[in-house]
């Protein structure tokens, strides 16, 4: 079976200051590793995705991840963010040979102040 | 635009009621989740299904029940609401059990038993 820990269930950052969100997880077998994004009111969207190939993986507004497997972490980072960026972000596996379902972390909310 | 759509995105109802949350995806896909997110807790699998009338249980199934007669669509049921099913529930889908295991989300419903 799969776990997932997000380190941190709040994080208060203010406008344009680097973040970042932590997960670790545990697995027996190979994983696909996702960050998915919640806006207020709103279902979850991906965000960005590790399936295989290079470690680091970038999303469209500018937050990345890095794969280590040696750690087991797929940590989430964002050189300098906005306010849109509050929001909650939940870290989730998968495994290829049960890929339909998805184990997730608590979530981190991420706050940005003015 | 891919969509998964649920019926229904606030809903309030009394203990003893049978409660219905209906979701719909246009994307093809083979899989369908239903999820219970609560603060703190991050996003309980309750029910999953692979195809098409056939059903499995998640992590939290008591309480629920789930129905899928055609590919697109997947209810959950709540046969008789009690109070502590207050909650946000998001249905997901996603492609075929070999595939990366990527959700596409519903905007959620957010139930209230009274």
């Known amino acids: 079976a799969q776990s997932v820990t997000q380190l941190d269930s709040q994080v208060p950052v203010f406008e344009e200051a680097p973040v970042e969100l932590r997960c670790n997880y545990s697995?027996?077998?190979?994983?696909?590793l996702f960050w998915y994004v919640q806006y207020p009111n709103q279902g979850l969207q991906l965000l960005l995705k590790y399936l295989s190939g290079s470690t680091l993986v970038e999303s469209i507004n500018g937050f990345e991840a890095e794969f280590n497997k040696s750690q087991t972490s797929f940590h989430l980072r964002k050189p300098s963010v906005h306010i849109s960026d509050t929001a909650e972000y939940f870290c989730?596996?998968?495994?290829?040979?049960?890929?339909?379902?998805?184990?997730f972390g608590d979530g981190t909310t991420l706050t940005v102040k003015p | 635009d891919v969509k998964v759509t649920q019926s229904s995105r606030y809903l309030v109802k009394r203990t003893g009621e049978k409660v219905f949350l209906e979701c719909v995806q246009d994307m093809d896909h083979e899989n369908m989740f239903w999820y219970r997110q609560d603060p703190g807790l991050g996003l309980r699998l309750i029910y999953f299904?692979?195809?098409?009338?056939?059903?499995e249980k998640g992590d939290i199934p008591e309480g629920y029940s789930v129905s899928r007669e055609k590919k697109e669509r997947f209810s959950l049921i709540l046969e008789s609401a009690s109070t502590n099913q207050t909650s946000m529930y998001l249905c997901?889908?996603?492609?075929?059990?070999?595939?990366?295991?990527?959700?596409?989300f519903g905007e959620g419903s957010r139930l209230t038993v009274l």
């Open positions: 997901a889908s996603s492609h075929g059990r070999q595939h990366t295991g990527e959700l596409f």
């Open positions: 989730a596996v998968s495994v290829g040979t049960n890929a339909g379902k998805s184990t």
């Open positions: 299904s692979y195809d098409v009338k056939m059903k």
């Open positions: 697995s027996s077998v190979s994983v696909y």
